[in-house]
């Protein structure tokens, strides 16, 4: 029986759609135009949001040595961060910091572009401005977070293998090793997509397991990479995984089946505010991703079929680990994507496409205008609008007052309400211990407090003590954001729209 090769191209346009063969050369004009799109959407106003606790996070741990630096992401993925050194300092701006981020984000576009010539060149393009419009992709290659460099390396790693399988040639598989390396320090969780490489080998050569031999010496050397790490950061990997919920687990695995799908989707512009969205994306996404599995099960060969494979692997293991969220699975995206564009071109009905592709990126471009106008996150610590609390305080403030700033996981906040305030005040941490002693202390010796609380405080319980003792309370409500799933439970299936997250306090 003959060695199991990539499918080869023939004159037929199925045959090159379909296989796992060489790219055709040359990029089209839709593609540089997708490009300029992703450039536009990701470079542009960078600062637009403050930034995000886990950013702040990965700015303070710029300013440690590079021994401290490790040890405290051990059980994290260090690459993006270790890099980020050699571009920021802890003094960098907003822009300056999410610029490699947004950068990688456009590249990746293309690296898309070129992996999914291999079902055909219309697909390619199609699925090149998906990637360029992809809110849940857009929204993370605009933050100073590893997720935009993982996705990247996971492209590579797919070339390399692609290419191996159909060249052999020595340094492709190098390349796979050091990719798929450099893509699990980049994001421990893209292991899910190794998973599924692996996976696909094994059914590639289902019929001459003798054939292995190199990509069984292939993955072994990517293990032997990856193994140090994991070693020093097994334990705090595994606790970190076991003790967080992430994207509606708390709810369910079927809850977090249907959040984690949607969010993959249309980013996370999925919850009640945002109720015109979310059905027509479910909708128009759920048949074209339907289309293109029964497509790459039919097959069962080739480049569908690697894509489908990688969309189970990854989308199962997200579900199994409760600490998995949308972010950490971003890797699956041009896979994911890929499905999506598989049935828009293929689907042989023209008015199915049309309307298809209408409901697709329309709930893509919808979204993507719900980001920039801060309705589309479903976690209150993205939006934190510090620049419009900074302002609220600089007006009023006074030599001598008090500013209290709350947030009971740590002195987070204060750092980030430092990083935007120019002020004369000095910001404090409330220690929750003890707070009633901090703010009555406070009041005796300060003209004027300003108490500014976040959600996991007990803010309500700090207003209802505050009018027991009489005292006067000016309340301004900032971030009318909720958690998705706590707001249907609380406030119906659209919500109130009344709650917010960070009351500032003017005592």
């Not at 606790?53 to 710029?62: G, I, K, N, S, Y």
């Not at 590893?146 to 399988?165: C, E, I, K, P, T």
């Not at 979204?367 to 209150?380: M, R, T, W």
């Not at 500013?403 to 906040?413: E, F, N, P, Q, V």
Request: charged share 20%; net charge positive.
């Amino acid at each position: 029986m003959s060695e199991p090769t990539a499918p080869k191209l023939t004159t037929s346009h199925r045959a090159k759609s379909e296989g796992c063969g060489e790219p055709r050369r040359g990029t089209p004009f839709g593609v540089w135009a997708a490009l300029a799109a992703a450039a536009a959407i990701r470079l542009t106003w960078l600062s637009r949001w403050p930034l995000w606790v886990d950013e702040l996070a990965t700015l303070q741990r710029l300013g440690l040595s590079f021994a401290e630096h490790l040890r405290a992401m051990r059980g994290n993925h260090p690459l993006y961060e270790i890099l980020l050194r050699l571009w920021a300092s802890p003094g960098s701006g907003d822009a300056w910091l999410r610029l490699p981020s947004a950068a990688l984000g456009v590249l990746t576009v293309y690296l898309t572009w070129r992996l999914l010539l291999r079902l055909g060149r219309r697909e390619a393009a199609i699925g090149a401005w998906l990637m360029a419009l992809s809110p849940l992709h857009l929204m993370y290659s605009r933050m100073a977070r590893s997720y935009s460099l993982a996705v990247a390396l996971a492209l590579l790693s797919h070339l390399a293998l692609l290419g191996a399988l159909r060249k052999r040639k020595a340094w492709l598989y190098g390349a796979y090793i050091v990719a798929t390396a450099l893509m699990v320090y980049a994001n421990l969780l893209t292991c899910a997509v190794w998973a599924g490489q692996i996976v696909f080998l094994l059914w590639f050569f289902r019929r001459r397991w003798r054939r292995l031999k190199p990509w069984i010496l292939t993955q072994a050397a990517a293990a032997a990479l990856v193994l140090p790490w994991m070693g020093y950061s097994f334990v705090g990997a595994v606790t970190w995984g076991s003790d967080t919920q992430y994207t509606a687990r708390q709810y369910g695995r079927a809850a977090k089946a249907a959040y984690q799908a949607l969010t993959l989707c249309v980013g996370e512009t999925v919850h009640p505010l945002n109720p015109w969205i979310v059905p027509f994306a479910a909708a128009g996404f759920g048949c074209a991703l339907a289309w293109g599995a029964l497509r790459a099960l039919r097959r069962r060969g080739g480049m569908p079929c690697y894509l489908f494979t990688q969309v189970v692997v990854v989308y199962a293991s997200g579900l199994a680990f409760a600490a998995a969220a949308a972010k950490h699975l971003a890797a699956v995206l041009p896979a994911w994507l890929g499905l999506v564009a598989l049935a828009l071109v293929r689907i042989r009905s023209r008015a199915w496409r049309v309307a298809l592709g209408m409901v697709v990126f329309g709930a893509m471009i919808a979204s993507n205008v719900n980001y920039f106008l801060g309705c589309e996150f479903a976690d209150a610590d993205m939006v934190t609008p510090w620049c419009e609390i900074v302002e609220t305080v600089e007006r009023a403030e006074k030599p001598g007052d008090a500013l209290l700033i709350g947030y009971r996981m740590d002195a987070g906040a204060r750092d980030m309400f430092a990083r935007y305030y120019t002020g004369g005040l000095t910001p404090e941490h409330i220690d929750f211990d003890r707070w009633r002693e901090q703010i009555s202390e406070a009041e005796k010796t300060r003209s004027q407090v300003f108490l500014l609380l976040h959600d996991g405080d007990p803010w309500l319980e700090v207003e209802d003590w505050l009018r027991d003792r009489g005292r006067d309370v000016e309340m301004t409500p900032f971030q009318n954001e909720e958690h998705t799933l706590e707001r249907i439970r609380e406030s119906g299936l659209f919500g109130s729209g009344e709650a917010y997250y960070s009351p500032l306090y003017r005592l």
